[in-house]
Each structure stands twice: as structure tokens, then as C-alpha cells.
């Protein structure tokens, strides 16, 4: 295992409200910081989230808003700060794409692209969609229109444009996702998404455009100042930018996995892979690209009305209900539905009954014996092989089955065998109440990735000596 990780999640458009597609890309990759910030250190890990803040599809929501772009975005970025700190997501740092000690770093990354001799000017013409920001192929289009956007139009574009010598590399990144022993290896997530871009980059590679000659706000191209970089080549050095920019982040380079959505991918495990070899700069080692889930089998969408933002679920669900009920709803990676009510039916299943029920159960039996328990040791968490195994291949679900079905379950029948209300002798009922709270205690240790705020509470309330009822953890949901 690497002694650090670094992990990373898009950076999310700033115009954007955020909803809970954001969130679960970033609650996951809060699991994963704090569970490796347990086996690692918290100095070892660094997690980064963040917002990209230039292009024409920010300039024209901010026109809109009648407002500079640049306070347009200084306006609206606290709706994702604000919403990762409901959240309870513990990144390290929050980078915005229009802070002026990043947009240093890109410019001098491009110069050295290009000074390497893997960018030539040419001329554009084609369809681009502003809602993705992205230039559209032929067999892209769908009646027309771009099917990831059907309300906007692609515009047609003709212009002078700085490209990427992006085919140049093809077989490089091929190898690179092949081969373990090449030197930069690095893997693209789950397997059926890898085949899917192997498959793609067999068919051949063409270059792509790196600046626009129309849009003012992005970052000047430093050999030509009438063009600006184009937006994902300004947004995906981000994870690059922010380890070189703050202080003692060097050492993070290269990050250890970078979490994105499937819709992103191809930006992920082929272009910017091809850009830092062009760079001279070392890969990253993971991308992974989770599912979309659906709203009761509809997409999450504004003209459908249907969107869930996650301050609606931390409303009714609690921040740690909503993270569970995310997390555990369908295997990471693959696509899922979700919906409100069958939250609810696993909110009460699993987190009224399952967890809030034994932690009273033990807390009153604590409580009734009157007796004094040992006070916590602080130790560190420690995971089966198995759960290891779960977390390192992103089998979120898995993991939570397996506290809840093994290690929960495990409470309730220790209380049931043991039946410590029929106990007199005092010595025996301490030290069979002593083993129910050491259990809890070290359930709570593993709960801290997922559950964060759930986990203090536990041990603070079992800390010892002296231990009580307290208030329900999860009140059942009518
Ligand atoms: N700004 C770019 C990313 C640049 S990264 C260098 C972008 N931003 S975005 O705001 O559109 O966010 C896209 C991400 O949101 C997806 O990759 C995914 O992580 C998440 N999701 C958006 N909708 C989602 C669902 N319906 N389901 C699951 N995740 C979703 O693209």
C-alpha cells in the first residue's frame, strides 16, 4: 500500500446548485479520506473537491445574473461550500479554477506543452455544446441535438484554434492502461469502463482543440493572449495545480485516485493522462468512474422538476442518514435507482431499528447495572482483511452489510445469549456489559468513514466510567 493518498472529485461547475449527483461522488470520497486518514495518518492523506469557474457556460449563467463573472462566482461558490460543510465532508482543500495562483500553474504548463512541441495552431469548425462544454462528433448527435442537453441548440463554430497533439499518444495511454509494469501505469475503473475507453481508443484518436478564440472568460493562452484556454484544460489541471500551490502539497503529485462520474470519463483516463505525459509529469494511478442513479427511474433533471438538492435529504434523512442511504442504496460503479420512500424503508430498517435500537438496548442495560465500565482506550481502527479488501475496491455496500449483518447483529445476540437482565452476581454482569461496550466501541470506530457524526456520538456516550441513555440516534420516520 502507498504511504499517502490523494484523492480527488471533479470540480463541479460554479453555476451550478448542487444537487445530490455532486454529493455522492463526494461523500464517497470523504469515506475514503477518512478511512485511509485512520490506517495512514492525517497527514498522509490530502483530499481535494473544488469548483471550475471559467468558460462560456459560467459567462453566460453569470450575464444572466447581470454580474461580472468573476463576482458572479465569488457569489454562487457558496452554495457548494456551504453544502459540502452540511455535508460534513472533511476535504483538505477547496480549489476554485479562477484563483490567480492556479491559473499561474496552467499557463505555465501549457507553455511547456507547447514548447515540447505537442501543440500547433489549426482551425475549428464544428457543433459545441456549452452544456457540456464540449465539442460534438457526428455520432454524438441525437436528432440534431446533443442528448445530455436537448433544450440547447450546438452552436456552430468556426475558428482559429490551438490543438493538442492528443493522437500522438495513443499508444502510449493504451500501454499505460495495459501494461503493470510500464512505468506509467495506471488504472481505469471498474473493468467494463475500461474496456469501453480501450475499446474507443482502438478505433483511432484525432487531436483536440486546447483554447477558444470566442470566449473571453478563461485563462489567456500565454503565447497568444486573444485566446483563452479551453475550459477542461484549465479544470482538469486543478489536481495538479493545488498540490504545487499550497504549502507541502508537493509530495501528494501524483494523486492516487481521482473519483469521477461516467459521463466525465473520457476527459479522465485519456486526455489528461496524455497532457501530463506531454508535461513530462508522472500519472495518476486510479480513475474511477461511479454510476449515475436515476429518481424513481426518471433522470435527475430541471424540466423534470425532480432534482434533490442535499440539504432536502439532510433535512429528513440527517446528514449521517443521507450518507448511509447513499452510499448502501446500489453497488458503487454501476447505475442505480433511488428514491425517497425506499430511503425511508431503509432509513427504518436499518438506522431506527438496526443501529439506533442496539445502541439504546446497551446504553439502558449500562445504565439499570448502575456499575462503572472501563474508560476508553484510544486505539486505532483496525479492519478484517475482508473489509479491507471491500474498501480498497470500492464495495461501499459491502462494507456496510458486512458491519451491520456481522458485527451489529453480532451485539444484539450477545445481548440476547447473555442476558444480562438475568444476571445477579454483579462481577459477571460487568464483565459481560464490559464486552457488549467494547464491541459498540470498536463498531463506532469503523462506522467514523461513513457515519462521522453517529460514530462521536456513540463513543462519547460510551466513553465510561459512568454510561447513560441518551437521546435516540435516528427517530423512526412515519
Ligand atoms: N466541471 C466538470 C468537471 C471538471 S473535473 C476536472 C463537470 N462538472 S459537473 O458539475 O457537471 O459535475 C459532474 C459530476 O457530477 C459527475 O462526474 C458526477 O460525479 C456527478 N453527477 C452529476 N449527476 C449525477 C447523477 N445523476 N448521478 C451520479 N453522479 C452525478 O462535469
Known amino acids: 500500500m502507498d504511504k499517502k493518498f490523494y484523492v480527488t472529485t471533479p470540480i463541479y461547475y460554479v453555476n451550478d446548485v448542487p444537487h445530490i449527483g455532486h454529493a455522492y461522488t463526494t461523500i464517497v470520497a470523504d469515506v475514503l479520506a477518512r478511512y485511509y486518514r485512520q490506517l495512514l495518518g492525517e497527514k498522509s492523506v490530502f483530499f481535494l473537491t473544488g469548483t471550475d469557474e471559467h468558460g462560456a457556460k459560467v459567462a453566460q449563467a453569470a450575464e444572466a445574473a447581470k454580474k461580472k463573472p468573476k463576482e458572479f462566482c465569488d457569489q454562487v461558490v457558496s452554495r457548494f461550500v456551504k453544502a459540502w460543510k452540511e455535508l460534513k465532508i472533511s476535504h483538505d482543500y477547496f480549489i476554485r479554477t479562477t ?40 455520432t454524438d448527435l441525437v436528432n440534431n441535438k446533443c442528448p445530455l442537453h436537448p433544450n440547447q441548440k450546438p452552436i456552430h463554430q468556426k475558428e482559429k484554434n490551438y490543438f493538442f497533439k492528443l493522437s500522438y499518444f495513443r499508444k502510449k495511454i493504451i500501454k499505460a492502461i495495459k501494461d503493470k509494469s510500464n512505468p506509467n501505469h495506471y488504472e481505469v475503473l471498474p473493468e467494463e469502463r475500461r474496456n469501453e475507453i480501450l475499446g474507443k481508443l482502438n478505433q483511432g484518436l484525432d487531436d483536440v482543440s486546447i483554447s477558444r478564440a470566442g470566449v473571453e472568460w478563461g ?27 499550497l504549502k507541502d502539497r508537493n509530495k501528494f503529485w501524483p494523486a492516487n485516485l481521482h473519483l469521477i462520474g461516467k459521463d466525465i470519463l473520457w476527459f479522465h483516463a485519456v486526455i489528461w493522462q496524455a497532457f501530463l505525459l506531454a508535461a513530462g509529469l508522472p500519472l495518476p494511478k486510479k480513475v474511477f468512474a461511479h454510476g449515475f442513479f436515476t429518481i424513481n427511474d426518471q433522470k435527475m433533471s430541471k424540466s423534470l422538476g425532480n432534482v434533490i438538492s442535499p440539504s432536502d435529504l439532510v433535512k429528513i434523512f440527517g446528514v449521517d ?64 482483511k475482508e473489509l479491507q479488501e471491500a474498501f480498497e475496491n470500492f464495495r461501499f455496500d459491502d462494507v456496510l452489510q458486512n458491519l451491520w449483518n456481522t458485527r451489529l447483529h453480532a451485539i444484539d445476540k450477545l445481548i440476547d445469549h447473555h442476558s444480562p437482565w438475568l444476571i ?32 462521536e456520538k456513540i463513543e462519547k456516550q460510551f466513553k465510561g466510567p459512568k454510561i447513560k441513555t441518551g437521546r435516540l440516534l435516528f427517530p423512526r420516520l412515519k
Request: hydrophobic residues 35%; negative net charge.
Open 99 to 138: 484563483d490567480p495562483r492556479h491559473e499561474k500553474i496552467v499557463q505555465r504548463l501549457l507553455q511547456k506543452v507547447y514548447d515540447n512541441g505537442y501543440i500547433y495552431e489549426g482551425a475549428y469548425e464544428g457543433l459545441y455544446c456549452v452544456g457540456c462544454e464540449k465539442f460534438l462528433t457526428e
Open 219 to 245: 485563462i489567456p493562452i500565454p503565447w497568444d493572449k486573444k485566446q483563452t484556454t479551453y475550459v477542461w484544460f484549465d479544470a482538469l489541471l486543478n489536481y495538479y495545480t493545488a498540490t504545487q500551490f
Open 321 to 384: 442518514g443521507s450518507r448511509y442511504l447513499m452510499l448502501s442504496a446500489f453497488p458503487f460503479g454501476t447505475d442505480g435507482d433511488i428514491s425517497l420512500e425506499k430511503f425511508k424503508t431503509r432509513y427504518n430498517a436499518d438506522l431506527a431499528n438496526g443501529l439506533g435500537n442496539v445502541v439504546a438496548r446497551v446504553a439502558k442495560l449500562c445504565e439499570n447495572s448502575g456499575l462503572e465500565f472501563e474508560t476508553t482506550k484510544t486505539r486505532g481502527a483496525i479492519y478484517s
Open 424 to 455: 445477579e452476581d454483579k462481577n459477571e454482569l460487568q464483565k459481560v456489559l464490559q464486552e457488549e461496550v467494547d464491541e459498540l466501541r470498536e463498531f463506532a470506530t469503523k462506522l467514523k468513514p461513513f457515519l462521522p457524526k453517529t460514530a
